[in-house]
Structure formats: C-alpha cells, structure tokens
C-alpha cells in the first residue's frame, strides 16, 4: 500500500526537474576604429535629434579652452575619442560662473555619441 504514493512522489519529484544552460563563451565586442592616421574621427551633428537612431549616448564631454578655436576643437574630439564616441552634438561654448557675455569662453562641452 506504500508503493503508490512513493510513486506520486517519484513522479513529482521527476517533474520538477531543473535545467542549468552551459555558459557560452562570445565574442568580444567589436572596437571601431576612431583614430585613423594619428587623428580622431569624431563626426559632428548640431543637435542631438540628428543623431542616428541607435546610437548610444555617452554623455557630456567638457574641455578647457586651448590658444585657439581650433585647438579647443581638437581636443574635444580626442577626449570624445577617449571616451569611446565617435560622433557629438550640441556643441557649446561655457563661460565662467558670473562672467558676461563680453568675457571670453572658458570651456567648450559636447554630447558624445557612439554610433551604431
């Protein structure tokens, strides 16, 4: 009279049985290459609306202002660069705190973006 309810249990038992999936190594991602011949390629969209879709948003970046325009420029890109982007938006000049709109800019801030 035992032996059917150990096989109601054995049957449970049997049933509820768990499945543990191996661990699959993949491949690591894909770097795209964002220094060609020694520069920075950084592709620049005015807002951030323009951006392909899918693209992943890494943030501001900020840099301090250079002895010119162009060398601030340069540097934005390369730290966009660092930060693993490939493109920004928004770009804007930053004044001191308090500072008026005759006094010269302090930093340049971009949004950096890593294209899809």
């Given at each position: 009279?035992?032996?059917?309810?150990?096989?109601?249990?054995?049957?449970?038992?049997?049933?509820?049985r768990t499945q543990i999936d191996?661990?699959?190594?993949?491949?690591?991602?894909?770097?795209?290459?964002?220094?060609?011949?020694?520069?920075?390629?950084?592709?620049?969209?005015?807002?951030?609306?323009?951006?392909?879709?899918?693209?992943?948003?890494?943030?501001?970046?900020?840099?301090?202002?250079?002895?010119?325009?162009?060398?601030?420029?340069?540097?934005?890109?390369?730290?966009?660069?660092?930060?693993?982007?490939?493109?920004?938006?928004?770009?804007h000049w930053l004044r001191a705190?308090?500072?008026?709109?005759?006094?010269?800019?302090?930093?340049l801030e971009a949004n950096a973006?890593?294209?899809?």
């Amino acid at each position: 009279m035992k032996t059917p309810g150990l096989l109601v249990v054995l049957a449970l038992a049997g049933g509820c049985r768990t499945q543990i999936d191996p661990v699959v190594k993949k491949d690591p991602p894909k770097v795209k290459q964002r220094y060609v011949d020694g520069e920075c390629s950084v592709q620049d969209f005015p807002m951030a609306s323009d951006v392909p879709a899918g693209s992943k948003s890494l943030g501001w970046v900020k840099v301090e202002r250079q002895e010119t325009d162009e060398a601030t420029f340069d540097k934005l890109r390369e730290a966009i660069c660092k930060k693993g982007g490939d493109a920004m938006s928004q770009m804007h000049w930053l004044r001191a705190a308090g500072a008026s709109v005759a006094d010269q800019p302090v930093e340049l801030e971009a949004n950096a973006w890593e294209l899809p």
